[in-house]
């Protein structure tokens, strides 16, 4: 891919994640969740992965992230107070943090290869590659996912459902019902 | 590299034009449409300049729709209301609209034509993946119903856009699975290879279109694309008579401008997507690449006319669902919407379901794919 | 300049790092959840990252998988939430002690 294209991809990406963990109104934080996913989808579309990334915008952006505008709207959640306190949890957090980020970026910097160096097959990221993995070699996986997705379902109802009221006669044993 | 972008550009510039014009067309449709359904004479009174008045020009609405409303529109004050969310308040229309005409760079309106040697595609973007394109984009369409309602700060424009919410994700799942029939029974994702292989007769008169190969895909690709843009019968998110105007009922001026394109525009894009995937897209009966051909007569015409003849009858045909949807609209009663959920639901999905399964061994069985 | 792998991993390193730093330092359950979604983007860039360098389709499906992941845990982490919020009327992680010694 062009290195314009990924710059103008890499900023946008850096700077509405950082939006999200910054701002304090939960909508603004949804939206640049949902346009660091959008920059995401498009990275994975210049990496050749062109399904995964339809999907990614298609499952994340149009599904998910749904839900949680959902959620935020049936708590009536406001823009928060600016937070004061925790000051040592967020000065070694911060630490931490950068530690981590330091020791990922030596790591993972050590391949110098350049992305037009790998040739990839004619139908790399295609649906048609993606689906002859998926159901050739991980097919039992996918059966599990499919299952872990109905038990998603059902359990995510199951929680957030209000009880059920008790019946007002539920208290009187019947007669010669043992009690 | 400079030529290839500036012919993309001029693409891309050439296709959101027809479509924006086509959907201020579609208001005048719309008005004058509904008058003559419903036995009325509709908009008639603004005339610039008393232009036409002696010849009764005035009736037909045309400056009255095409001209005084927009201007009106977007002159009109532009307030937010007060304790609404400014950012969001703006960004809901453009987040409505901006994904609707983003859509249309994947459709192709014409064959390849070549220009000075180039081969040309008359489509805006010629990607692998058309219809996921196709299906992300209307995904993202959500948000601007959704932002547009919670950021006016009134409870009704926030009922109209949870009602909005929850009727277009529920939609969209029907109309993925009636893209996944057409993908499936065509077996390709680009739009141009789908429009391709509709080309041709059968028995020497019916010609090859996907609405023959897919009756149930065409009418669950309809009435879902219908209640994604949330028009009657599925408009109560929008509810004329019930919740004002809905999600959109804080907005004036420019921002409502954009509501109502989006609506318009995605008439446009149900009607085309339509056209493409079950009425031939540019494909006209017995018109091949040299000219027409019936039986033993034909009609030989240059590559040039061929590839006109295809635009237009490509805007034809679209044109003529989007009378559809307008005639439908004016005719139908609004449901209610535990009937919309429940149509959604457990009518178009299990019946989506059913029609993958049915196509997917049909393809199989006929046609030997996989192993 | 050409663009490299080390670039693109260098960029999951930093989403990764924002999302960690946003689970610990709001205190905002959602955030906290869409900081997590974060995390699980970024992983995601790595694994198609790696899966175009070894030209192989693995990374993809794996890909798939933790996005289908996602969307489940999504689904319940958030019914999870409404159900704290009708009981303790809070979504601040602070007020939810109740398990603290």
């Not at chain 1, 949680?68 to 406001?78: A, H, M, S």
């Not at chain 1, 070694?92 to 097959?121: C, D, H, P, Q, W």
């Not at chain 1, 590659?129 to 097919?139: E, H, K, R, V």
């Not at chain 3, 960029?11 to 699980?40: D, H, K, P, Q, T």
């Amino acid at each position: 891919m062009p290195v314009q294209l990924f710059i103008f991809l890499a900023v946008v990406s850096i700077a509405s994640s950082l939006g999200v963990v910054v701002q304090k109104n939960p909508i603004h934080c949804l939206l640049a969740l949902i346009l660091t996913l959008i920059t995401i989808g498009a990275l994975f579309v210049a990496l050749d992965a062109v399904t995964v990334g339809f999907l990614q915008i298609i499952v994340y952006v149009g599904a998910i992230m749904v839900l949680f505008l959902f959620v935020i709207w049936l708590l009536n959640l406001q823009a928060e107070p600016v937070p004061i306190g925790h000051l040592g949890l967020k000065f070694f957090a911060t630490i931490a943090v950068a530690a981590m980020a330091a020791e990922l970026f030596v790591f993972l910097s050590k391949t110098r290869t350049a992305l037009g160096e790998v040739n990839v097959a004619a139908g790399y990221g295609s649906i048609d590659s993606l689906a002859q993995t998926l159901f050739g070699q991980y097919l039992m996986a996918f059966e599990t996912t499919s299952i872990l997705l109905l038990v998603a379902v059902i359990g995510a109802v199951a929680v957030a459902r209000r009880a059920l009221p008790v019946r007002a006669s539920a208290g009187s044993p019947r007669p010669g019902a043992p009690s | 590299m400079a030529i290839d972008l500036l012919i993309g550009a001029i693409k891309a510039i050439v296709i959101l034009l027809l479509v924006l014009n086509l959907s201020a067309v579609l208001l005048w449709f719309e008005r004058k449409g509904s008058a003559l359904i419903q036995d009325r004479v509709g908009a008639n009174r603004a005339a610039i300049f008393g232009i036409g008045k002696r010849m009764g020009l005035p009736n037909l609405g045309l400056m009255n729709t095409l001209m005084a409303d927009p201007l009106k529109l977007f002159t009109k004050e532009d307030f937010v209301p007060e304790g609404a969310d400014k950012f969001l308040h703006a960004l809901g229309p453009f987040l409505a609209l901006f994904p609707v005409l983003v859509t249309f760079a994947v459709v192709p309106i014409g064959d390849a034509i070549q220009i000075g040697g180039r081969t040309v595609q008359l489509q805006a973007a010629s990607i692998n993946a058309g219809a996921l394109y196709i299906l992300a984009t209307i995904g993202v369409g959500v948000y601007g119903v959704a932002l547009g309602g919670w950021a006016s700060n009134n409870r009704w424009a926030l009922l109209g856009a949870v009602r909005a919410t929850a009727q277009m994700i529920s939609y969209e799942i029907a109309m993925g699975l009636a893209i996944i029939s057409i993908v499936i029974t065509f077996g390709t994702l680009d739009l141009q290879n789908i429009v391709h292989q509709q080309g041709g007769v059968w028995f020497g008169w019916l010609p090859r279109w996907g609405i023959f190969l897919q009756p149930v895909a065409f009418v669950m690709l309809l009435t879902a694309g219908m209640a994604e843009s949330k028009r009657v019968p599925f408009d109560l998110p929008e509810g004329e008579s019930e919740l004002i105007a809905g999600y959109f009922t804080e907005y004036s001026g420019g921002k409502q401008a954009c509501f109502m394109l989006t609506d318009f525009a995605e008439v446009v894009l149900v009607a085309v997507l339509v056209t493409l995937f079950f009425f031939g897209g540019w494909q006209v009966p017995w018109l091949y690449g040299d000219g027409f051909h019936l039986g033993v007569h034909q009609l030989l015409l240059p590559r040039v006319a061929v590839v006109i003849v295809g635009v237009l009858a490509f805007w034809i045909k679209v044109v003529m669902f989007c009378w559809l949807q307008i005639l439908v609209r004016w005719t139908l009663p609004r449901f209610r919407y535990d009937q919309l959920m429940r149509l959604g639901w457990k009518g178009l999905v299990p019946l989506g379901l059913l029609n993958v399964l049915v196509t997917a061994f049909v393809v199989v069985l006929a046609t030997g794919a996989g192993r | 300049m050409i663009v490299s792998y080390s670039w693109v991993m260098a960029l999951s390193a930093a989403i990764f790092a924002i999302g960690v730093a946003g689970v610990l330092l709001r205190r905002n359950i959602l955030v906290m959840f869409m900081s997590i979604e974060l995390m699980l983007n970024a992983v995601n860039l790595t694994f198609v990252t790696l899966a175009r360098r070894m030209g192989s389709m693995d990374g993809q499906v794996i890909v798939f998988f933790v996005m289908t992941v996602a969307a489940a845990e999504a689904a319940v982490g958030l019914a999870i939430i409404i159900s704290i919020f009708r009981n303790r009327e809070t979504v601040n992680a602070d007020e939810l002690n109740l398990m603290k010694w």
